[in-house]
């Protein structure tokens, strides 16, 4: 009954491969976001959804590239994966844009490039 | 980015009240504080949130003063298992934003 999961729970790669992380939440949620939080555990928002259209891309590197293809679904595909994107990296969804409600996260991909 | 400080660490005796305040000086009229708190490396949970009024659920209780320029989040009776990385959060309605600033860290101590 997880609210917003999150697969894979531990990714290891190594530099210059290409990897995909997914999310899905099953609480009706209009809009889902992705956050990284580095080693010095400050959290960042790295973009938002909704309903299956952009509406936040932070300063985050082409080589990332947020893929939803329902409103239940935001992946996060990076391409030529860097040692500076070690990270966990966090899933969150909330009901919309212009109410109060608040963000849901899930538990979290822990990226470790080498 | 974020528009909150916190003390970077706090202590509180297991079975006391804890108090977690949060500077929020120029936050604005229709922007609501949020508490989340993060356990070792599991994802941020929510707690409690508010516009001007105070707040409490099963969790904790959330005091905003009149001015809304700080608030204090209350754990009536704290357990060790409260202990984690507390954030306090306003919102940014223009682009739905959530900022997290560096949060506090409470040990409860047994």
């Known amino acids: 009954d997880t609210a917003v999961s999150q697969t894979p729970k531990y990714l290891v790669t190594q530099m210059g491969n290409d990897k995909s992380i997914k999310c899905e939440q099953n609480l009706g949620h209009d809009t889902m976001y992705w956050y990284k939080q580095d080693s010095k555990k400050f959290l960042k928002i790295m973009f938002s959804?909704?309903?299956?259209?952009?509406?936040i891309n932070e300063t985050v590197p082409n080589r990332f590239s947020p893929k939803s293809p329902d409103k239940a679904h935001l992946n996060l595909h990076i391409n030529s994966l860097e040692l500076g994107d070690s990270a966990v990296y966090f899933c969150?969804?909330?009901?919309?844009?212009?109410?109060?409600?608040?963000?849901?996260f899930g538990n979290g991909t822990r990226l470790t490039v080498t | 980015d974020a528009k909150t400080t916190q003390p970077t660490s706090m202590d509180c005796a297991e079975g006391r009240a804890a108090n977690l305040p949060c500077n929020h000086s120029?936050?604005?009229?229709?922007?609501?504080v949020y508490w989340y708190r993060q356990i070792h490396s599991q994802g941020p949970q929510y707690i409690i949130h508010?516009?001007?009024n105070n707040e409490t659920n099963e969790m904790a209780s959330l005091i905003i003063t009149e001015d809304r320029k700080s608030s204090t989040l209350i754990l009536p009776h704290a357990t060790l298992r409260d202990t984690a990385v507390y954030y306090c959060?306003?919102?940014?309605?223009?682009?739905?934003?959530?900022?997290f600033g560096t949060g506090t860290s409470l040990t409860v101590i047994p």
């Open positions: 969150a969804s909330s009901r919309g844009t212009v109410d109060n409600s608040p963000l849901h």
């Open positions: 120029t936050i604005s009229g229709n922007e609501y």
């Open positions: 959804y909704n309903n299956k259209e952009l509406i």
């Open positions: 959060i306003v919102r940014v309605f223009t682009g739905n934003q959530f900022y």
């Open positions: 508010g516009l001007k």
